[in-house]
């Protein structure tokens, strides 16, 4: 069943570009200073509202000697950046030192997220607010509930549909692969055994290929290279990722075939050369999904002080 906010419990639009503090002393600013965190954070972001909902459960730490292991400690979220992790805990530490017990985990991870999409070239969008943080953060959820670099759209749509996304939605934020970077082992199977063929990927650009062969060989490679996303321009939230896919530059298979397939083409056509548009449709793609699987007051959630651990 697609996850929902409560509809007695609406957000709280707070438009501005920091928190809104608690007193009367105007706005608590969270400084926002290193455009390579974007994609860091933004992955985060999705991820955490895909297992759990928007709940900052991924922000957990596995307890020491524990036998169940929590969200962000799952073998398919091994890429996401510690730093983006660390960001959100500074974040945290000054909303507590001014303004306690008031804003949440998930609110403040939100936030982070688009303020580095702006600071990045993208977007600026509000953000709603009013979410707790969620209770439960376990690994053994992630890996059926997040795409998967290799997901075909069938397998997408079915994944975001089951999170109350529409095929749009699906094409939409995808494009928040206009920036970062994939390790090796996220596309290797692309360069040399598609789909079990012991042939590359069809629908891969022949000077890519060989360039991404380089840097990716099949045995023995160093498994920290990473590639972009976008090989246009890989620091910039724009809408060049659109257009890669259609001049087979796409990095990731799940990327790549969304231009090969017909039911989601057109929507990509359609964004490639318009950023006004892919921007207008990213802001609200991304309230949406930030409104998956909302908690709302102490029955549902909890307030952390401190994003990594449980309240007691």
Known sequence: MPLAVPANSPLVITPSHALNSSSSSGPLPVNISKKNLSQGLLFVSSSN??????????????????NTLAEKDALDNKDLRVEAFETISKA??????????????????????????????????????????????????????????????DQLLKLFGSKGLTQEDLVVLSGAHTIGFAHCQNFLSRLYDYRGTKQPDPAIDPRLLKALRMSCPKNGGNIDIVEPFDV?????????????????????????????????????????????????????????????????GRKHGEKRKDCSVHMS
């Open 49 to 66: 509202c895909f297992v759990e909902g928007c709940d900052a459960s991924i922000l957990i730490s596995s307890k020491p000697g524990s």
């Open 92 to 153: 945290k530490a000054l909303v507590e030192s001014k303004c306690p017990g008031v804003v949440s985990c998930a609110d403040i991870l939100a936030i982070a997220a688009r303020d580095y999409v702006h600071l990045a070239g993208g977007p600026y969008y509000q953000v709603k607010q009013g979410r707790w943080d969620g209770r439960i953060s376990m690994a053994s959820r992630v890996s059926s509930n997040i795409p998967r670099a290799n997901s075909t759209v």
């Open 232 to 296: 246009t321009t890989p620091f910039l939230f724009d809408q060049a990722y659109y257009s890669n896919l259609a001049a087979k530059l796409g990095l990731l298979a799940s990327d790549q075939a969304l231009f090969s397939d017909p039911r989601t083409k057109p929507l990509v056509q359609g964004l490639a050369n318009d950023k006004n548009k892919f921007f207008q449709a990213f802001a609200a793609a991304m309230e949406k999904m930030g409104s998956i699987g909302v908690k709302r």
